[in-house]
């Protein structure tokens, strides 16, 4: 079964650096989606990209990340400047269409800011 | 509170028992899908029910939605240690294409 995959597994990052983190959806799917969880908390939605751009952001999005499809396979994300409270994991997540279809979400990228 | 919150918190049974796991939402939906995680895994996509859709199967789960109270019920039967995880619902809210996800139940199956 077609599955999202993310890498790297887990990052571990100096604080004020900056950081990519990767993301090929499944292979037909046009919506793009980037989420994170704190430990112990819940899932919270970061961005949809559809079409090239970004559809929707959330508060959580401020001008230190950005999202990228450079080529047909990958969807990144990247944070300029990690904050210690940037210590999350990261779910990218894809969907076939438009809206009402399953979210597949991938395994996580875990970041760790020190 | 939020939408998509889950109750109860964190639910403890034996083996061979059954699980309920509930979520309410406050707003219009397109459709409510149940993810379930193992601890420092991914999101496993379980089911999806649609809002015009009052009950879904998919093998020991069940789910329920009624739209009319704003609330949706996992129900996992013959529970198994295996089951041991998080249970996240989370509703795709109407005219959006993004999930909004509760809180979650931590969900232990001893055997």
């Known amino acids: 079964e077609p599955e999202v995959t993310q890498t790297p597994s887990h990052q571990v990052t100096q604080m004020g650096q900056e950081v990519i983190l990767r993301c090929v959806p499944i292979s037909n799917h046009l919506y793009f989606y980037w989420y994170r969880q704190i430990l112990g908390q819940k899932v919270e939605f970061l961005v949809s990209f559809y079409n090239n751009e970004i559809s929707e952001k959330s508060e959580i999005f401020d001008d230190q990340f950005s999202v990228e499809r450079p080529d047909g396979s990958n969807f990144t994300l990247k944070i300029r400047s990690t904050k210690l409270e940037d210590s999350a994991m990261y779910f990218c997540?894809?969907?076939?269409?438009?809206?009402?279809?399953?979210?597949?979400f991938g395994e996580g990228s875990w970041l760790t800011v020190v | 509170s939020q939408q998509g919150e889950e109750d109860p918190q964190a639910l403890s049974i034996q083996e061979g028992e059954n699980a309920t796991m509930n979520c309410s939402y406050k707003?219009?939906?397109?459709?409510l899908q149940w993810y379930r995680q193992n601890s420092g895994r991914g999101l496993v996509h379980l089911i999806l029910i649609r809002s015009n859709e009052r009950e879904k199967h998919s093998g020991r789960l069940r789910v329920t939605l009624d739209t009319s109270k704003k609330s949706s019920s996992l129900l996992i039967t013959a529970s198994r240690a295996a089951d041991t995880a998080s249970y996240f619902c989370a509703t795709e809210v109407e005219y959006g294409n993004k999930l909004v996800f509760g809180a979650g139940t931590i969900l232990r199956v001893k055997s």
């Open positions: 707003t219009s939906i397109n459709n």
């Open positions: 997540a894809s969907m076939r269409r438009t809206s009402g279809n399953t979210i597949y």
